[in-house]
């Protein structure tokens, strides 16, 4: 039940084109939900957040979309770039502390030029 | 702000030996959490302290591993023997403790234990 779910494993898109990135959780205690980006030799950083009380945030070129009945929640990449080639995970933790973090297995998504 | 520091970056080391990593808070931050990243098992989180006090350790593999902060800005990962199966990227993160949480990333130590 902690576990979250992640798919596709890895992803090639167009350059211009649209990434989407599934997640799926199980625990309905979970309440918060990040996304991070992994530039290979870095470490993870904070992409976007949201929070079960809106089903779609937007910030620039990525839009996080939930869907809190099927618990699920995507994260959709407009107009990609090469930039945005990395690897990306999902996240979800327990609103008590807000800290206890699960990630998922990542998605390593590759834009072509 | 220089962000989590980590070091060393890369170890390579033999089995059965000591291996010590060690992470330095953001100023102002008051949660430490490290992680263990494999391309097997993804990113694990190992073990977290809120306010100097490990509050779930529950992800720390065997009693091999051992994670202390003898003080408010400072952590340490100790691998004691080290084992081939140990040869993963250890990060660690810190946080404001606030909800909902940001947790900043360091840029993470390459161990190899041959």
């Keep these: ?113 | 702000d220089a962000g989590v520091i980590q070091s060393p970056r890369h170890e390579v080391t033999e089995m059965g030996q000591e291996v010590t990593l060690r992470c330095k808070l953001i100023s102002g931050h008051n949660s430490l959490f490290w992680y263990r990243q494999t391309m097997m098992r993804g990113l694990e989180l190992l073990i977290y302290f809120n306010n100097n006090v490990p509050i779930d350790d529950s992800g720390m593999p065997e009693d091999r591993f051992s994670a202390k902060m003898p003080n408010a800005s400072f952590s340490t990962l100790k691998i004691q023997p080290s084992e081939p199966r140990d040869s993963a990227v250890y990060f660690c993160a810190s946080s404001t403790g606030l909800v909902p949480d940001t947790q900043y990333f360091g840029p993470g130590t390459r161990l190899t234990v041959l």
Aim: positive net charge; hydrophobic residues 35%.
């Design chain 1, 1 to 113: 039940q902690q576990q979250v779910k992640q798919s596709p494993q890895s992803l090639i898109v167009q350059k211009g084109g649209i990434s989407i990135i599934n997640c799926a959780y199980e625990n309905t205690a979970f309440d918060y939900f990040p996304w991070y980006q992994q530039f290979p030799g870095k470490g993870p950083a904070l992409l976007i957040a949201i929070r079960p009380d809106v089903s779609e945030k937007k910030e620039g070129r990525f839009t996080i979309s939930f869907n809190k009945s099927a618990k699920q929640f995507s994260l959709h990449i407009m107009d990609s770039q090469p930039g945005d080639s990395a690897t990306y995970f999902c996240a979800a933790s327990l609103d008590n502390y807000g800290q206890n973090f699960v990630f998922g297995p990542g998605t390593r998504l590759s834009v072509l030029p």
